[in-house]
């Protein structure tokens, strides 16, 4: 079994194991959780929910979902953030909506705070299934 895939098994694993809480909203209540496989299955869930009336609704959302997805299942590319950065450019401000807005602010809000995680990531490590996420 290759790395990739075997980071996303132990993903999968993990993510049964240990739910993320629900609540309070905050990084506290990430303990345990598989912080990447969590935010990209509610990005697919709000890209799926989009009234898809606009570019954004019929593209840019699912693109960004499926960016995030390969993130989360051990994608190693460094152009990864870089990417979920430049579609949140094209798709900011556009869909008289908002629900765009509303998907990018979740993204970069994700991509901030779990930016440890990511760069993890990045590097072929998941703080989540090594138990290293504080």
Do not use: N
């Amino acid at each position: 079994m290759d790395q990739a895939a075997e980071l996303s098994t132990r993903h999968q694993r993990a993510h049964a194991e240990h739910r993320p809480s629900r609540g309070r909203g905050d990084s506290s209540s990430r303990e345990g959780a598989v912080w990447a496989q969590t935010t990209a299955s509610i990005a697919y869930y709000l890209a799926q929910e989009s009234a898809k009336q606009c570019g954004p609704g019929v593209f840019g959302l699912p693109t960004m979902a499926q960016t995030l997805s390969a993130l989360a299942d051990g994608g190693r590319d460094p152009l990864l953030p870089a990417e979920l950065e430049r579609l949140s450019a094209l798709v900011a401000g556009r869909g008289a909506c908002h629900h765009p807005d509303g998907f990018v602010q979740l993204i970069a809000s994700a991509l901030e705070t779990f930016s440890d995680e990511v760069a993890a990531h990045l590097g072929g490590q998941c703080l989540a299934v090594s138990g290293r996420l504080a």
